[in-house]
Nanobody, 125 residues
Framework: QVQLVESGGGSVQAGGSLRLSCVVS????????MAWFRQGPGKEREGVAV????????RYADSVKGRFTISRDTAKNTVYLQMNSLEPEDSAMYYC??????????????????WGQGTQVAVSS
């Protein structure tokens, strides 16, 4: 079993920054992909950013390209999401997720086996 614990959410004004962290209990064959998703009220869960275990394959949703950066520190069992130039539309619950290498579409929520409890991000205008 893999456990994920997010932190770093909060309230900021538009244009501000936040860094989310996700501590992973252990990396296994089922944690090849590490991703951040978000879900706003009444919306579907959306893939924001994903990184492969080596960091050689990183993908972003179009809505966050150039503003968000995903990274992973294997030595610390931690995945980060640096969020800059935040907009009110970025307000959502953010979730960390881990999935296997067999995932076909790494930004699709259904591909992921393990999820954290989420951390709330609120951006005011």
């Amino acid at each position: 079993q893999v456990q994920l614990v997010e932190s770093g959410g909060g309230s900021v004004q538009a244009g501000g920054s936040l860094r989310l962290s996700c501590v992973v209990s252990r990396f296994t064959g089922t944690t090849y992909w590490m991703a951040w998703f978000r879900q706003g009220p009444g919306k579907e869960r959306e893939g924001v950013a994903v990184t492969s275990v080596t960091g050689s394959d990183i993908r972003y949703a179009d809505s966050v390209k150039g503003r968000f950066t995903i990274s992973r520190d294997t030595a610390k069992n931690t995945v980060y999401l640096q969020m800059n130039s935040l907009e009110p539309e970025d307000s959502a619950m953010y979730y960390c997720a881990a999935g296997p290498s067999s995932a076909t579409y790494p930004l699709r929520a259904a591909e992921y086996l393990y999820w954290g409890q989420g951390t709330q991000v609120a951006v005011s205008s």
